[in-house]
């Protein structure tokens, strides 16, 4: 009793580790890639006894700084949802990881530990649920602020969020037919075969369409460009207008979290999650009849690994298009999300369907 | 719907029992009385009024804009100006006309070269100095092409942070760091430059000035391509311009805009071919116009892309510009810099000048001392903004700040 609890501590602060160390960190990943592809030499001014560790260090100077600046709160705003807001957006985002598998199963003394926070049988379902939760935060906080510029920015969340929220559930659809299955551990397991023989059996290529329409709705999610309309900082500043201190640190976290989430889950849904190619529980097999055995230590070493890097691969690409787009205007979303793919995702179903029922 | 939103009571300092103020009553008496100061009629309670600005990142200065919403739809913006007024005018009428020409530079700080060559053109004409050695107009002609580049650069750039898009700002703010470097080596200053004087110029030019001019126009140009397939083709860019702010010809003639607005919405109108000044009737270029190619004339899309033609037509004067330059090295720009400037008495010239936003005007009258009686400037970004009601109503607030970035209004030059 008292193990199994001590074990999902240590997962818990595993995961809660991982994600917010991160977000943390992107805040520095996004100033220097920004910085790269700006040619800016970037952010480096922060240094502890002269050592500057290539700005790393602004991770820490950019905490420091939210936490001990003035929460303002103005006097018109609504005290107790002005408060809370920014916390029900954080713990939103941040309670979404609990299902995401992050490895296959240690084996520590015997026990098996399942390298997930909690085997949930209704995983997705339950992700998605968690997503669609996370715009109260802001939307409270907007409202809450009454500030008008701040409201249209929580108005144009809660219809962005609306509108994806569907696209977001039928995206995926055509993914679960052929898993069969909505508990993430069990979807991650059935992408570790081959096809072939030699092609691993990734979510990617057995889904290419709903891939590409999952990792654009998953952005419009996480209201980064080129779906940034409800911040919009040079048309009306966003739904934390009124925020100050760790009010607007805690939003912007939410950004950052959300970004780390969606990485998260497309790696789980579409690039096989902690799967790395031909890598079995004993070791690799390899296409060409060779192998190579290895401890289920260094199995789930490698597991986690691969799931870190491909979520870190993701994380690039987001910030890539981040800086690179400008951004849609808020109909222009709506548009996308309701006449474009929400029919194709639809049409996608459809065909994925059709070839389920003729292969079998 | 929104006018509900301060129905509650809220001290303020209640417990210094300094003030104690009604929310109630002052937010709603402040919305009614904006409502029926702005007599819609049809205000049903739907719209709210917004301030926008003066500190707002995307009123490019210190513009006021009260809108009224409905939603995100614009029904109304009146544009309010005055927050950068520095009595240019009156300074003018009681300072030499010399000492006049750094108070012009500070009239559009960003192309501030062009204003100095206005103001010089205008008191050169009152007093009848039309000969300049051709080093003189051929520097004043390198000079305002490369400041008018910094400003589109400027334009063009701030335009992509309207529409949301970062990295270009920031290509355009590193090409235009090396034009200031040049007029900076040049001139001293980074931007008030105060160098082109009444018949001649401050300074002596450097040598190896015009070489690493050469030098900079041959880095720059693929830059230009390269800015252009970042922003200028993308999709989502076309997109949001195409078919916003558009500005038909008839109304653009009417409002008086001039510049790259009026042009944008298919005017061929360019005092530099219209009505040459310096040396401009000298040089091979074109004067762009909107086309309208994606969707109808007159958009923001078209006002951008004249900017964008503008800048390659100005490498182009700058490349001839520097060959003719090469011919005179030897003369000295300081030779035809008049004495004293003392005009007679009732003298009036008025000469305008087309600077990266539009037509600059300058009427200067004399009363036969060596100060103007009166100096009046007509400003480009005047008569630009004042279309703003008209084109972006019927619009969202996203084009809204899209249509002032795509008219570049300096909001010194507005305000003078």
Not at chain 1, 77 to 85: D, N, R, S, V
Not at chain 2, 20 to 29: E, F, K, S
Not at chain 2, 345 to 363: M, N, Q
Request: charged share 20%; net charge negative.
């Amino acid at each position: 009793m008292v193990e199994g609890i001590g074990i999902v501590l240590l997962k818990l602060a595993f995961v809660l580790l991982f994600v917010l160390n991160f977000g943390g960190l992107l805040t520095w990943v996004e100033r220097k890639q920004s910085a790269l592809m700006q040619d800016r030499i970037g952010a480096n001014r922060a240094s502890i006894f002269g050592i500057r560790l290539i700005g790393l260090f602004h991770t820490i100077a950019d905490a420091v700084k939210m936490f001990t600046k003035e929460s303002f709160r103005p006097v018109a705003a609504e005290k107790f949802l002005f408060t809370i807001g920014p916390g029900i957006s954080v713990f939103f985002a941040l309670v979404g990881f609990a299902v995401i598998p992050f490895g296959d199963v240690l084996i520590i003394g015997g026990k098996e530990i399942n390298l997930q926070l909690a085997p949930l049988n209704i995983g997705v379902l339950y992700l998605f649920a968690v997503a669609g939760m996370a715009v109260y935060g802001v939307v409270l906080g907007a409202w809450a602020s009454k500030n008008n510029f701040a409201l249209l920015g929580g108005l144009r969340a809660s219809a962005q969020m609306i509108s994806y929220e569907v696209a977001l559930g039928v995206t995926i659809i055509g993914s679960l037919m052929i898993y069969q299955t909505v508990e993430l551990q069990e979807i991650v397991r059935w992408q570790g075969g081959t096809l072939w023989g030699w092609l691993p059996k990734w979510g990617v290529l057995m889904q290419p369409v709903g891939f590409i329409l999952f990792l654009t709705v998953g952005i419009a999610q996480s209201k980064r460009v080129p779906f940034d309309a409800p911040e919009g900082e040079s048309e009306i500043i966003g739904y934390f207008l009124e925020y100050s201190g760790m009010g607007f640190g805690m939003y912007m976290l939410t950004d950052f979290v959300e970004t780390v989430m969606i990485s998260a889950i497309t790696v789980t849904l579409f690039l096989g999650g902690w799967q790395v190619p031909y890598l079995m529980a004993d070791g690799f097999h390899f296409p060409w009849g060779a192998t190579w055995q290895l401890e289920n230590w260094a199995v789930a070493l490698l597991q986690v690994g691969s799931f870190t890097l491909k979520v870190m691969f993701f994380l690039w690409l987001q910030m890539t298009i981040r800086w690179t787009l400008p951004r849609f205007r808020y109909d222009q979303i709506m548009r996308l999300g309701w006449k474009y793919i929400l029919p194709i995702s639809l049409v996608n179903i459809l065909i994925t369907g059709l070839i389920i029922t003729l292969l079998k | 719907m929104f006018g509900n939103m301060f129905k509650k009571k809220r001290y303020l300092f209640e417990d210094e029992g300094v003030m104690v103020v009604d929310m109630d009553q002052t937010a709603g008496r402040y919305y009614d009385e904006a409502m029926k100061k702005l007599e819609i009629e049809s205000y049903q309670g739907d719209e709210m009024v917004v301030n926008m600005g003066p500190q707002h990142p995307s009123t490019h200065g210190v513009l006021r804009l009260e809108l009224v919403l409905d939603g995100e739809v614009v029904k109304k913006t009146t544009p309010h100006i005055g927050y950068l007024h520095r009595n240019f005018e009156k300074h003018a009428e009681n300072i030499p006309y010399n000492e006049v020409i750094p108070f012009c530079d500070r009239i559009d700080y960003i192309s501030s070269m062009n204003q100095g060559m206005g103001y010089a053109l205008a008191v050169e004409k009152l007093i009848g100095l039309t000969e300049l050695p051709e080093k003189v107009e051929y520097m004043r002609v390198l000079c305002c092409e490369l400041n008018r580049i910094a400003s589109h650069l400027i334009a063009i750039g701030t335009f992509g942070l309207d529409v949301g898009a970062i990295t270009p700002f920031l290509w355009a703010f590193r090409d235009r760091e090396q034009i200031l470097d040049l007029l900076e080596w040049l001139t001293g200053a980074r931007m008030l430059y105060n160098y082109i004087w009444v018949g001649g110029l401050a300074r002596e030019v450097p040598d190896g000035w015009d070489a690493k001019v050469r030098e900079f126009v041959d880095y720059f140009e693929p830059k230009m391509t390269e800015f252009n397939k970042l922003l200028t083709n993308n999709h989502i860019f076309i997109k949001r311009t195409v078919d916003v702010g558009v500005l038909p010809e008839d109304v653009a003639v009417s409002y008086g805009c001039t510049g790259p607005v009026l042009r944008g919405s298919g005017v061929k109108w360019d005092l530099r071919k219209d009505e040459p000044y310096s040396y401009y009737d000298k040089f091979e270029f074109d004067v762009p116009v909107g086309e309208g190619k994606f969707g109808p004339l007159g958009s923001v899309l078209d006002r951008y892309l004249v900017r964008i033609e503008e800048i390659n037509q100005s490498v182009r004067i700058i490349r001839q510009a520097l060959d003719g330059l090469q011919q005179h090295k030897g003369q000295d720009v300081r030779s035809a810099i008049p004495r004293r400037i003392r005009p007679a008495d009732g003298a009036e010239a008025y000469v305008r000048s087309e600077t990266p936003r539009g037509e600059l005007g300058y009427l200067i009258r004399s009363d036969g001392t060596d100060v103007p009686s009166r100096v009046k400037a007509r400003s480009p970004c005047f008569s630009n903004i004042s279309v703003i009601d008209d084109i972006s109503r019927g619009g969202m607030i996203a084009d809204l700040v899209i249509i002032i970035g795509s008219l570049d209004i300096v909001l010194g030059c507005i305000d003078r």
